[in-house]
């Protein structure tokens, strides 16, 4: 790609944002309590999580999920209120997504949109997280055009015109994320940087520790704040956690998903499961963290 440059040169954070989490989706509720619990656990920085039942919502409204999700949602409205003084992060998100599939481009517009209105209806989801995203330049406009879509739903902005400004002109000038919840592409690399106006936020690397310790990142990352970026990275040894975080802040990605756990010995989904660590990257991730 010709945008990319090395880590060293990268833009580097000055340490004083705030580190938060993106989960990009726990097994089942059912099987996978404990990790669902932990997310609405006072002093998790949790950023957004995201909900995937059967890559999507699934075909009717799931109890345990339901009872998760109000469990989330609950959490976050305690922060807001200043019920939990520790949740200073999950005040400013802490939000809940519904995942779609996009599969890298092939799925039809109307399936996703159906998929999107089934998480608001049952889940009251704040926002969405697009899974295999395509990143090339000739999907940007199929792009572009569902995430304007998802806008106005999230909006209710109702007036047809898909660019979830509410005025009904069509011009789509009302800025991501005032308004309604946040819009999340699950790349996986870095994609055509149009892309970085089609959304909130981009998740550039999705990979092994093995792959990311030596990564690299585009040069046009630069002009975006780290909010804007997200990095999942599994595979990681508990003794280069801080050596992870620290290519993170690098690169500039403000919310990230660290795990031990690595596919293998039976695991279909290393980012199904809490890592083996969690309590000590909390605690890391946590308020007062910096380099």
């Not at 998929?115 to 889940?123: H, N």
């Not at 909006?155 to 660019?163: I, L, P, R, Y």
């Not at 956690?241 to 620290?246: I, K, P, Q, T, V």
Request: charged share 20%; aromatic share 10%; with cysteine.
């Amino acid at each position: 790609m010709p945008y990319l440059t090395s880590t060293g040169t990268a833009r580097r954070t000055s340490g004083a944002e705030q580190f938060g989490f993106g989960v990009p989706g726990y097994a089942h509720p059912l099987l996978a309590p404990a990790e669902w619990a932990e997310l609405a656990r006072p002093g998790t920085p949790l950023h957004w999580a995201v909900l995937n039942i059967d890559n999507g919502p699934g075909a009717r409204p799931d109890p345990h999920c339901l009872e998760a999700a109000g469990r989330l949602r609950n959490a976050r409205e305690r922060a807001l209120h200043g019920d939990d003084p520790q949740d200073s992060v999950r005040a400013a998100g802490g939000r809940l997504l519904g995942h779609l599939d996009l599969a890298f481009g092939s799925r039809p517009f109307g399936e996703l949109i159906a998929d999107a209105q089934s998480f608001l209806d049952w889940y009251r989801v704040d926002g969405f997280y697009l899974g295999r995203c395509p990143a090339e330049r000739a999907h940007l406009p199929a792009v572009r055009r569902l995430t304007s879509t998802l806008t106005t739903l999230l909006d209710g902005d109702g007036d047809g015109d898909g660019d979830g400004d509410g005025d009904g002109d069509g011009d789509g000038d009302r800025p991501y994320g005032e308004g309604s919840g946040p819009l999340v592409l699950g790349l996986g690399t870095h994609p055509y940087p149009g892309y970085a106006e089609a959304a909130d936020q981009l998740v550039t690397f999705n990979g092994p520790w093995t792959e990311y310790r030596w990564s690299q990142v585009a040069e046009w990352t630069a002009s975006y704040p780290p909010e804007r970026f997200a990095h999942f990275v599994h595979g990681i040894p508990r003794t280069h956690l801080d050596e992870a975080m620290r290519i993170a802040r690098w690169q500039g990605a403000g919310t990230i998903f660290f795990t031990d756990r690595d596919g293998q010995h039976g695991q279909t989904d290393p980012f199904a499961a809490l890592p083996r660590y969690w309590d000590e990257i909390v605690s890391r991730v946590g308020p007062g963290i910096s380099e």
